[in-house]
C-alpha cells in the first residue's frame, strides 16, 4: 500500500470545512428531534427509561396524583406537550413510587402529557 505524498493530497480550505461541519450539526439536530419529538409515545418511553400520561387535565389550583409504572420514584418529569395557560409545579412531598403529583398555580385549566423518568 501507497502512501500518497503531500501533493497529491487535497487541502479544503477552512470555509468549505466549517460549511461540512454546520451541515453535519443540522442533520444531526433533525436525527434527534425525529427521534425524540416525533416518535410514538412507546419510543419515548423506552428511549427515557420512562412512563408517559397522556392527556391529564388539572384545574385551576388544583393537583394532580398521576400513576405511574416505574416501581422507583422517578426523579425527572417533563412536560411534551401543553394545551391551557397554567403553571405547572411539582407537588415533590407526594412522588413515591406509585404516583406524583402536579399542581396548576395558573388560572386556567389544563391538559397536559408529561413523560415521567427515573434517572
Known amino acids: 500500500m501507497s502512501v500518497p505524498n503531500s501533493q497529491s493530497l487535497k ?3 477552512r470555509k468549505a470545512l466549517t ?3 454546520e451541515e ?4 444531526l439536530n433533525d436525527l434527534v428531534d425525529a427521534v425524540i419529538f416525533q416518535t410514538s409515545a412507546a ?3 423506552a428511549t427515557f427509561n420512562g412512563y ?24 425527572w418529569r417533563i412536560i411534551l406537550r401543553q394545551t391551557g395557560n397554567g403553571v405547572i409545579t411539582d407537588v415533590s ?19 397536559l402529557s408529561v413523560l ?3 434517572e
Open 11 to 13: 487541502i479544503q480550505p
Open 52 to 75: 408517559v400520561a397522556k392527556d391529564v387535565t388539572i384545574g385551576t389550583g388544583g393537583i394532580l396524583q398521576i400513576q405511574h409504572f416505574l416501581g422507583v420514584i422517578p426523579k
Open 93 to 111: 412531598s407526594e412522588w413515591n413510587t406509585k404516583t406524583i403529583s402536579l399542581k396548576n398555580n395558573g388560572s386556567e385549566e389544563v391538559t
Open 43 to 45: 419510543a419515548v418511553e
Open 24 to 27: 453535519m450539526r443540522t442533520r
Open 116 to 118: 415521567i423518568a427515573r
Open 19 to 21: 460549511t461540512d461541519l
